[in-house]
């Protein structure tokens, strides 16, 4: 219980700092609102226990499976915890706060209502019950393990009610943690296409759209009205079927990102050089107008003829030459000699070249 009590102070009164994108508490702050929300003693509790305060923490958040971790911050102790500053604060807004006192049922909870413009809590009775199947009934007296399924302030007839159950619920799985490759260091706005190979870790899947989601250490910085500090950004990796697990490792490079909505594409394999694809996409339409001119037919058939042409224009290395054959585009051919616009030259046909335009060759 006092693990669910640390991450509950950690979550309302924790800041965000240093130490990543999640919120953080130092321990002598952790004591002294202890103190003042549950009545009880952190300091006492572990003396109880036969341990220092900072034995009985790193004790308590050793095995890591709330998400919450001990760290060490300069000469102080600190629990973190993965959320950012919104999520934690939402979540210690809606969790309940419990008694649990000797001789009673269950114990009492806090419940809140607005009296006026005034906040008032009490104290209420709560009442507690266990999800079971009907086709594996339990017996009286029968001491089970169980897991917290919903809480609800006025569940029982106007008074608060706990439910648990002996399978995990659907926000529990959710809530377990989450894989990823530690605090991200990669900003999005430095991000480019084909930058790669990144070390990738499988966070989850969706065969909903087909795509496996991963973390290669990717954030972005979040506003201060959204909580402020950096918030982890995901790539997508399309598949038709999304056969991944979660955890598995990969490497993997981007294909494509988009600042505006703040997300980027992954790829198993470099992606296709742009320049190549403009090229070859230039190359068919430049083609696709030959064939549909019906001039295509006649190039290939005069291919190594000579005729004379009228050059149109020059670049430092290339002439650009009209031939004098009816109907003909303008050729390229590579530049040997100076001309000027204007002049007249000998040229060789010699076919389409790999750019779908008319080669030529310059005759001495």
Same mark, same amino acid.
């Given at each position: ?231 982890? @950004? +995901?790539?997508? *990796?399309?598949?038709? /079927?999304? $056969?991944?697990?979660?955890?598995? &490792? =990969? ?93 007249? @030259? +000998?040229?060789? *046909?010699?076919?389409? /070249?790999? $750019?779908?335009?008319?080669?030529? &060759? =310059?005759?001495?």
């Amino acid at each position: 219980m006092v693990r669910y009590n640390a991450m509950y102070l950690a979550c309302k009164h924790g800041s965000v700092g240093e130490l990543g994108d999640g919120v953080a508490i130092k321990m002598k702050s952790m004591v002294q609102h202890y103190d003042r929300e549950f009545g009880g003693s952190l300091s006492m509790f572990a003396k109880s226990h036969e341990e220092e305060l900072g034995e009985m923490f790193l004790r308590l958040f050793r095995s890591n499976d709330l998400g919450m971790k001990i760290l060490k911050n300069r000469n102080s102790l600190v629990l973190y915890v993965p959320l950012n500053k919104r999520r934690a604060r939402e979540l210690a807004s809606r969790a309940a706060i419990i008694q649990c006192k000797r001789g009673e049922h269950t114990g009492l909870a806090k419940t809140k209502r607005f009296v006026g413009n005034n906040n008032v809590v009490t104290l209420k009775a709560l009442s507690a019950a266990l999800r079971a199947s009907q086709q594996h009934p339990l017996e009286e007296g029968r001491v089970v393990t169980a897991r917290v399924l919903d809480y609800d302030s006025k569940g029982d007839h106007g008074e608060p009610l706990i439910t648990f159950s002996l399978q995990d619920s659907v926000r529990a799985r959710k809530n377990r943690v989450i894989p990823s490759l530690g605090d991200p260091t990669i900003k999005l706005l430095d991000l480019k296409e084909g930058d790669g190979p990144f070390p990738a870790i499988v966070v989850s899947t969706s065969p909903r759209v087909k795509a496996a989601f991963l973390d290669i250490g990717v954030y972005r910085k979040r506003g201060k009205k959204f909580g402020g500090g950096n918030q982890r @950004v +995901l790539g997508m *990796l399309s598949c038709d /079927d999304p $056969k991944y697990n979660k955890g598995q &490792k =990969l490497d993997v490079w981007v294909d494509r990102v988009s600042r505006q909505s703040g997300r980027f594409l992954l790829a198993l394999r470099p992606p296709a050089d742009k320049s190549n694809a403009k090229r070859d996409k230039n190359h068919s339409k430049r083609l696709t107008k030959l064939v549909e001119s019906g001039i295509l037919e006649s190039i290939l058939e005069k291919t190594g003829h000579e005729c004379r042409g009228i050059v149109k224009a020059a670049s430092e290395k290339y002439l650009y030459v009209r031939p004098e054959l009816d109907g003909f585009p303008v050729g390229v051919a590579p530049k040997e000699i100076d001309h000027k616009e204007g002049d007249s @030259v +000998l040229v060789r *046909l010699d076919g389409i /070249d790999e $750019k779908g335009q008319l080669a030529l &060759k =310059l005759i001495q």
